[in-house]
T-cell receptor, first 114, second 115 residues
Framework: ETGVTQSPTHLIKTRGQQVTLRCSSQ?????VSWYQQALGQGPQFIFQYYREEENGRGNFPPRFSGLQFPNYSSELNVNALELDDSALYLC?????????????FGPGTRLTVL | AQTVTQSQPEMSVQEAETVTLSCTYDTSENNYYLFWYKQPPSRQMILVIRQEAYKQQNATENRFSVNFQKAAKSFSLKISDSQLGDTAMYFC????????????FGGGTRLMVKP
C-alpha cells in the first residue's frame, strides 16, 4: 500500500510568482487536507477536499486555491506569492469525512519565497 | 474559534522514564475529538492517539496514554518507558463536529529522549 506522496520536495520561488504543489493520496482515501506549517509552529489548516469538492476552508486568502482529481490526488495553488508564504506545506489523506478519521500525512513540500 | 495551547516548547526525558506533555484547548462545542500527532525529525507526521470527547475513559495505545479532563479542557499525553525513537515534535490537535473539518493544532512540544 503506497502512502501519501508529495511533489516537489523543495521549491524556491520569488515574490509575486505562482506555485503548484501536488499530493497523491493513500490508496482508498477520498479526502485530502492541506496544511501550512511555518518554521517552529504547528500546522495550520488551509482547506479540505472530499470527492473533488471543497469541504472546509481555514483562514487563508483566496490566492490559496486547490483541486482534487477523480483519482483523489490533489493540487494546492498559491498565486502572488509573499515572503510569509515560506513554509512546509503538508498534505494529508483520510478514508472519508468523519472527524474521527486518522489523517495520513505526506512528507511535505518545503517552499521558500525570496 | 477553537484554540489549542501547548505550554511546554521543549522537554527532555531519560530513556525508560515517563514524561507527560500538556495540552489545553478552548471551545464552545460539546462534541469534538482530540488527537496527539508525532513529527519525528525529517519524517512524516503520524497519529499517536485519539480521544472522543463523549467518552469518559481515557484512551491508551501501548506506552502512550492520555489524561482527558473535559471540564478543565485539558488533554495531556503520557509516554511511559520512553525510547530513543520517541524523540520528535508532538502536536496536540482538536476538531469539533461544527468546525467545518478544520483540524486545529497546537504549537508543538519538542521532546528529546536522552540515553
Amino acid at each position: 500500500e503506497t502512502g501519501v506522496t508529495q511533489s516537489p520536495t523543495h521549491l524556491i520561488k520569488t515574490r509575486g510568482q505562482q506555485v503548484t504543489l501536488r499530493c497523491s493520496s493513500q490508496s482508498g482515501h477520498n479526502t485530502v487536507s492541506w496544511y501550512q506549517q511555518a518554521l517552529g509552529q504547528g500546522p495550520q489548516f488551509i482547506f479540505q477536499y472530499y470527492r473533488e469538492e471543497e469541504n472546509g476552508r481555514g483562514n487563508f486568502p483566496p490566492r490559496f486555491s486547490g483541486l482534487q482529481f477523480p483519482n483523489y490526488s490533489s493540487e494546492l495553488n498559491v498565486n502572488a506569492l509573499e515572503l510569509d508564504d515560506s513554509a512546509l506545506y503538508l498534505c494529508a489523506s483520510s478514508p472519508g469525512r468523519s472527524h474521527y478519521n486518522e489523517q495520513f500525512f505526506g512528507p511535505g513540500t518545503r517552499l521558500t519565497v525570496l | 474559534a477553537q484554540t489549542v495551547t501547548q505550554s511546554q516548547p521543549e522537554m527532555s526525558v531519560q530513556e525508560a522514564e515517563t514524561v507527560t506533555l500538556s495540552c489545553t484547548y478552548d471551545t464552545s462545542e460539546n462534541n469534538y475529538y482530540l488527537f496527539w500527532y508525532k513529527q519525528p525529525p525529517s519524517r512524516q507526521m503520524i497519529l499517536v492517539i485519539r480521544q472522543e470527547a463523549y467518552k469518559q475513559q481515557n484512551a491508551t495505545e501501548n506506552r502512550f496514554s492520555v489524561n482527558f479532563q473535559k471540564a478543565a479542557k485539558s488533554f495531556s499525553l503520557k509516554i511511559s518507558d520512553s525510547q530513543l525513537g520517541d524523540t520528535a515534535m508532538y502536536f496536540c490537535a482538536f476538531i469539533g463536529t461544527n468546525a467545518g473539518n478544520m483540524l486545529t493544532f497546537g504549537g508543538g512540544t519538542r521532546l528529546m529522549v536522552k540515553p
